[in-house]
Every structure is written in structure tokens, then in C-alpha cells.
Antibody, heavy 117, light 110 residues
């Protein structure tokens, strides 16, 4: 059974960069796409971006200027960097495995990131 | 403001049937596959339906999905208290070049 686990700081200061890592167990990153999705408190889901095992990416245009997603196949991990954090970036961040036609088949438990000084 | 439009809430009695609508446009639902997710607070969202009407592994056949034109519908029959959750639709938007979601629908089983 594939499992995903997010890790990273729960608190980030305004203007700083968020760095999160997703560790995948029970399966390989190979030949698949992986994604980050977030949910601000009391709001709906927002797609952040994709990466595949070879490092090819696609980002949400609304976040593209601030987002970098990378992959480390040797560690079976992929990561998210989001720069210039503001209070509007406070959210639960999920890492997911992408299935057919942009569905999300496996999800991590999510990690709450709060932006505050 | 979400690209896909869902009713904020729906409710029905145990054992009854409920449908949740998801409305979009030709750039998203009209020309792309729709997926549906169940989200219980504090847990990871769970894929229910993909490719408009295919159930994910382990999802019972009392849960169904359909699509017509620029709208999609999730149906749940034989409602149980355990079905109380938030439900989201999602799809690719070819104009935005992004995955988009509905705002979510809170299902209450009375």
C-alpha cells in the first residue's frame, strides 16, 4: 500500500520560504506524477503543481512565480518550495500521487503551515 | 471563488439518496474527466470517482458519478452517518492549464 508523509515546519515567518518534503513508501516514484495541493482554513482545495519522476513540472499559474517542486528518486521523496510566504499561504499542505487524467489517488495526511511573525 | 461550482451543503436522511452537482464550462468539465473526493475533517481526502464515473478501489457501488455537458454529479444511495463529510469535484482546466476544484459540499446525514 502506497503511503505518503509530509514533513516540514509548521510555522513560517512572512516573506520567508516554505520547504516541505513528501516521503513515499510502499512504492516507487518511477513512471508516475506527484503533486502538492493545499487547503486554507475554511476554504476549498487548491492545486499547487505536479512533478514526474524525471523532474518535469507543471505549476498552477496563480503560484508559478513562487513555486518550485523537485524530486529525489534516490530517497523516494519530492519537495515543495514556496517563496515570499504571506498569511494567505496559511493552509494544510498535502502531497499526493497523481492518477489518470489528473485525479489524485493517494494522499498524505497533510501538514498545517501557519504564516506568522 | 472556485472555478467549479458546487452547492455549499446538502442533506438527507439515513438510507436515502443524495446527489451533489458540480458545474463548470467547456474549458474544464466539458472537455476533461471529472474526479470526486470525500474529505473528513482532520484526515486525508479520499478519491471516490475518477474518469467521470469509475469508482476508485474499494469504493462501494452505492457511490456513483456521471457527467453531462459542462456538469457532473456525484450520487450516494443508502446514506449512512459515516458519509457525513465534505465532497469536492476536480478536473483539468485547459484554458487555465491547471487542475481546478469545486468549493466543496458539506453532506449532512440527518
Amino acid at each position: 500500500q502506497v503511503q505518503l508523509q509530509e514533513s516540514g515546519p509548521g510555522l513560517v515567518k512572512p516573506s520567508e520560504t516554505l520547504s516541505l518534503t513528501c516521503t513515499v513508501s510502499g512504492g516507487s516514484l518511477s513512471n508516475l506524477y506527484w503533486s502538492w495541493i493545499r487547503q486554507p482554513p475554511g476554504k476549498g482545495l487548491e492545486w499547487i503543481g505536479y512533478i514526474n519522476y524525471s523532474g518535469s513540472t507543471s505549476y498552477n499559474p496563480s503560484l508559478k512565480s513562487r513555486v518550485t517542486i523537485s524530486v529525489d528518486t534516490s530517497k523516494n521523496q519530492f519537495s515543495l518550495k514556496l517563496t515570499s510566504m504571506t498569511a494567505a499561504d496559511t493552509a494544510v499542505y498535502y502531497c499526493t500521487r497523481v492518477g489518470p487524467y489528473s485525479c489524485f489517488t493517494y494522499w498524505g495526511q497533510g501538514t498545517l503551515v501557519t504564516v506568522s511573525s | 471563488q472556485s472555478v467549479l461550482t458546487q452547492p455549499p451543503s446538502v442533506s438527507a436522511a439515513p438510507g436515502q439518496k443524495v446527489t451533489i452537482s458540480c458545474s463548470g464550462s467547456s474549458s474544464n468539465i466539458g472537455n476533461n474527466y471529472v474526479s470526486w473526493y470525500q474529505h473528513l475533517p482532520g484526515t486525508a481526502p479520499k478519491l471516490l470517482i475518477f474518469e467521470n464515473n469509475r469508482r476508485a478501489s474499494g469504493i462501494p457501488d452505492r457511490i456513483s458519478g456521471s457527467k453531462s455537458g459542462t456538469s457532473a454529479t456525484l450520487g450516494i444511495t443508502g446514506l449512512q452517518t459515516g458519509d457525513e463529510a465534505d465532497y469536492y469535484c476536480g478536473t483539468w482546466d485547459s484554458s487555465l492549464s491547471a487542475v481546478v476544484f469545486g468549493g466543496g459540499t458539506k453532506l449532512t446525514v440527518l
